[in-house]
């Protein structure tokens, strides 16, 4: 008798070891960033004055800008730093926005609700100062996080959620319970009931949400199954979504339209804001 398929839960959130080249690629990031800020106008560590020393980066386009521009980087939640993904910000700053990446402490420094609330304390911090419509993406785990600041469980201020024109959480981890079967939960220290309090596919989204769930067509299954059932979720909640699966793209190549205003994830996530 046929017993049920045994699933390797380390594996199936495994993204590096399944691209090639992943070593030169995350290499590239961090001289590309560096090369970006080097050109950029830009006010760089900008800091709240808030117990958690929340603080972001801005890049500024040349006029004017039409609004913001919020890209939260991923990396597990326990990974990398705002400094390695500065040139994600030049599509937005080359089509006129503001763009704000935000810096996160990580796990197990603090839990993943610690940086829910950096993340929003930097968001309504720029908020302040910068008028006009608000676009959120996030990769990864920035997916997880931006897709938390549109639950009824938000964290930012009610007059800066009016603002929010459009979500787009790519490769986006919305749903944490089955990382509670991987090595990855050694640092987020997750139970039962936590990853189930912090999973935006078990939240309510606020009103009039636009959301966009994009992912790589080429990504491990569990990104695609994932990307799915948060945009499924939502709209049977009243959400306004849409699922993207972009052809020939990787977990790590699939945020590089972000470097180009003319590419199709930038036309995406622009249109009619």
Known sequence: ????????????????????????????????????????????????????????????????????????????????????????????????????????????????????????????????????????????????LVATMCTTNTQLDHTVCERIKHVVPISGLCDLRPLLKTKINDALLLDWQTASALSPVLQQPIPNTRLTAWVGANERSEFLRQNRLLADMWHGLGANTQIIEEPDKHHFSVINGLEGQNSILMKTILNDI
């Open 1 to 144: 008798m046929a017993g049920f398929e045994t699933r390797d839960w380390d594996n199936a959130y495994e993204n590096r070891g399944h691209i090639v080249g992943s070593t030169e690629i995350a290499e590239a990031w961090v001289k590309n960033a560096e090369a970006f800020r080097n050109l950029a106008k830009s006010d760089l560590n900008i800091t709240t004055n808030d117990s958690g020393a929340s603080r972001y980066d801005i890049f500024w386009p040349n006029d004017k800008p039409k609004g913001i521009f919020v890209f939260v980087h991923g990396g597990y939640w326990q990974i990398t730093d705002k400094s390695t993904w500065s040139h994600l910000a030049k599509g937005a700053v080359d089509a006129g926005w503001a763009a704000v990446i935000p810096a996160y402490d990580l796990c197990p420094k603090v839990s993943i609700d610690n940086i829910i609330a950096m993340i929003a304390t930097s968001i309504n911090h720029a908020a302040k100062t910068i008028p006009g419509p608000i676009i959120l993406t996030g990769h990864s785990a920035g997916g997880h």
